[in-house]
Every structure is written in C-alpha cells, then in structure tokens.
C-alpha cells in the first residue's frame, strides 16, 4: 500500500480547522464556577469603577487652593462612611478607599502632614487630583470589559465581581470522549505489570489536558488491540460526544486498529503529519462525530494534542483567537539540516547555556568563543534539550519549560536564534 504524504504542520492545521465552527447555545453560571470557561457574550460595564471619588491614601482630604494654610480637621472619613461636605478652609480626616467628601479635590498624604493638635500645614505643592482614584478611572458604564470568546481567569472574576455580577453567560462545555488503545497497558494503582505491559500514562494525562481546557471529559476506558473492539468503542463514544480523541493504533502496524475502524465507520480526513514527535496523527470522523487520533507514544501524544487538538477545541468552544507567547531563543544544541520533518525539541530555559538544574541534559562542551555564548551584551535565554528526545520518553516533557522549534531541513549551529513555545502559555 503506498502511504500518503506527510502534511506540513501549517498545513495540517488548516485542514483540521477548516470545517470548525463553535457549539451554539450557552449556560449561565454563578462566576465562582466559571473559571476556565469561554465568555459566551461581551461583558459590558453596568457601573463606573470607581463609583465615586476616593482617597488612594490615609492621609487628609482638602482642597488645593489651602495650599500653604493651616487648617482645622473637622471630620474623619473611613472606608464605608459617607463622603458629605467639606467646609471651606478646613481638612477632613480620610482614609483609603474612602469617598471624598464635596469640596475637596485632594488628599495630603499622612506622611506628609505636619499635624500640630487638631491642625494640619497644608504645604505649598498641592495639586488637584493628588491622590485620588477618580470616578470611572477603571471603566466607565458601557465600555466593553471581556470579549465574548475569552477564557475566564480568576482576575476576569474579580472584574466581573466587582460590577456587582453574580452570574456571567459562558458557551456550553465540550464532551470529549477519551479512549486508549493497548493489549499492553494495565491501570494505574493494580499491582506491578507483567512482563511485557506497562502502565497507561496516556490517558490521564490527556484527561488532565481535557480539565485543564475546560471540557466535559467522558473517560472511555482502554480498548483492546483488535478491530472488533475498537470498532464498538469508536461508535459508543460517537454517540454522546461533540468529538472522540483515541491515543495509539493509527499508526501501520499490524496491531494498529484505529485508522482503519474510522475510515469503516465515517472517513479520515487527515493521517500522517510531518512533525518529531508526532507523526502518526489522524484527524476524521465517526459517523457525524469529530474524530482526533493521537500517537500512542507520551511525548508525541502530548506535544500533538498541544499543536493539533488544542487549537480545534477551543475553536469548537467558542475561543477567540489565542495570542499566545513565542520567542527566540539561543540553541544549546546543534542539527545537521537533514531532517525532513520539523521537530519540537522539548527543552529547559535558562540565561546561562547548560544551566539546566542537574536534571539530564545535552550541551555541547563550552568552545571558549564569547560569542557562541551568547555574551554580546543581550541577556537571551537559552534552550537546552532534554537528553533523550525519544517519543516514548513522557520525562522529557515534565522537565521541559518549552517546545523549542527545528524547522525541516535546517541546520542550526549552537548559539542560534530557534523559536520557542512557552509550555504554560499552550496550556493556559
């Protein structure tokens, strides 16, 4: 059978996306349950922030024009009272946070004031406005606070909160149905694998990337290397879900059963990508559900679900475009130029090359040249590989900070600008 081609990773993401369109509908939520979730609305100010004038400081409300004078205090403000009127020539006792009273227009900071008896000297560099939060300095009612398609953080709550909101409209949750495939892999927490089978990492791992993401996850369990068994566990999970993801058997091994119990079922519309790790991915469908196939080895299924799965989710979610971070590194590591497939080291960063905490990983012995160091006045970070890039090692992931990005045919040198994807900023 000849095989199909290996779709650049640009190339596969654009077919994987094409046909994305969000879920309709949405769920209100009280906002201590919304974190994580995508904004199904704009949110748009029903308040000022501040509502009112207020102190920024303990210290003396005034008005600027005593400049110079010395006043009697004759009053105390606390957070909480109400602002009332400040007579003329006179100060009043405020503290932070609380309303300025009318007729005032600043506030002396306490360590400032020269407080003799019940008088303040009010020196003679007062401005207006000094030390006051003014109203609507934050927002103003009606400006727009969150776009619809935001992934609330827990600073987006406090915002939400602080307009007095206790609910917030979010898209509904995706159900994803996770399966594993594997006559090999045994459970965590059963006693030590025999001869021959291991643990199954993938699907914890995933599930937690699910979590993470803010999808319903429906564990599927793990299916048995036969076709009969992939074929009834695919279409289970068709059933309920808004989309299936499967870790291993799309790739062209005899016991390899998932590409071809999709292409029975529905059609495979993508297989084969040309990215290390990660090659054997699939994309399709299952009958009318959306159909993700991961590698079966931990670091290809984790780096795949982070370049592939990931953007299709939170496009199927209702997330607007994520401006995620990237940036150049210094290589710490060399390549001869001969790949064919683009890879995605997973490495540490550091500001000193080979810094890498003791954990295990590679560096090309220090030449001595100032300049291959990086030492021309920058301060770049540099990007040291784990020591083992096998597909199968999940440790090169933990130790990561980054996916570090090789393109397909080019040579790097140490000492090399190369382009690194931040793994907190995939995950968040």
Same mark, same amino acid.
Request: charged share 25%; aromatic share 4%; proline share 8%.
């Given at each position: ?16 996306l ?12 009280p906002?201590?349950d919304?974190?994580?979730?995508v904004?199904?609305v ?9 509502p ?29 009272d ?28 306490q ?15 007062i ?32 915002m +939400?909160?602080?307009?007095? $909101?206790?609910?917030?409209? %979010? &898209? =509904?949750r995706?159900?994803? @149905?996770?399966?594993?495939? /594997? ?11 025999a001869?021959?089978?291991?643990y ?11 979590h ?16 009969e068994?992939?074929?009834a566990?695919l ?21 390899d ?7 029975? +079922?529905?059609?495979?519309? $993508?297989?084969?990508i040309? %990215? &290390? =790790?990660?090659?054997?991915? @699939?994309?399709?469908?299952? /009958? ?12 290809s299924?984790?780096v795949?679900?982070?370049?592939l ?25 060399t ?9 995605y080291?997973?490495?540490v ?15 090309k ?8 160091r ?12 784990f020591?083992?890039?096998?597909? /199968? ?12 990005c ?11 600008e ?11």
């Amino acid at each position: 059978m000849t095989r199909p081609p290996l779709h650049p990773l640009p190339d596969a993401l654009q077919r994987l996306l094409r046909d994305v369109s969000p879920l309709e509908g949405l769920e209100s939520l009280p906002l201590t349950d919304a974190c994580g979730r995508v904004l199904a609305v704009d949110q748009l100010s029903v308040l000022d922030l501040p509502p009112w004038d207020n102190s920024a400081m303990d210290g003396y409300a005034i008005n600027h024009a005593d400049a110079g004078q010395r006043l009697p205090v004759t009053r105390r403000i606390a957070a909480g009272d109400p602002p009332g009127t400040l007579e003329e020539r006179a100060a009043a006792r405020i503290f932070t946070g609380a309303p300025l009273p009318s007729g005032a227009d600043a506030v002396l900071m306490q360590e400032d004031a020269q407080v003799e008896g019940n008088e303040i000297h009010i020196p003679d560099a007062i401005r207006p406005g000094q030390h006051v939060r003014r109203r609507g300095e934050e927002c103003k009612v009606g400006e727009r606070l969150l776009a619809a398609g935001r992934r609330l953080r827990p600073q987006d709550i406090g915002m +939400l909160a602080a307009q007095g $909101l206790a609910q917030v409209d %979010v &898209k =509904p949750r995706l159900r994803v @149905a996770l399966l594993s495939t /594997g006559s090999e892999l045994v459970e965590p927490g059963t006693a030590p694998p025999a001869p021959g089978r291991i643990y199954n990492s993938n699907r914890p791992m995933l599930l937690a990337l699910l979590h993470t993401l803010g999808c319903s996850a429906v564990d599927m369990g793990n299916v048995q290397d036969s076709a009969e068994a992939t074929r009834a566990a695919l279409g289970k999970a068709a059933a309920s879900s808004d989309l299936i993801i499967s870790t291993g058997g799309v790739s062209v091994g005899e016991e390899d059963h998932v590409r071809s119990a999709v292409e029975a +079922l529905g059609e495979l519309t $993508l297989w084969r990508i040309a %990215v &290390k =790790p990660g090659k054997p991915f @699939a994309h399709g469908r299952v /009958g009318g559900c959306p159909f993700i196939g991961l590698p079966g080895n931990p670091a290809s299924a984790f780096v795949t679900f982070l370049l592939l799965a990931r953007p299709w989710i939170e496009r199927r979610q209702g997330r607007s475009e994520s401006r995620r971070l990237r940036f150049s590194a210094r290589a710490d590591f060399t390549r001869d130029g001969s790949a064919r497939r683009e890879e995605y080291l997973r490495v540490v960063l550091e500001a000193q090359p080979g810094a890498a905490g003791g954990m295990a990983f590679a560096r090309k012995p220090d030449t001595g040249d100032d300049a291959s160091r990086g030492e021309t006045g920058d301060r770049a970070l540099w990007a040291t590989p784990f020591q083992n890039q096998s597909s /199968g090692i999940l440790r090169s992931v933990t130790a990561a900070d980054a996916l570090a990005c090789v393109p397909a045919g080019r040579p790097v040198e140490r000492g090399d600008e190369v382009e690194v994807l931040p793994l907190d900023q995939l995950l968040s």
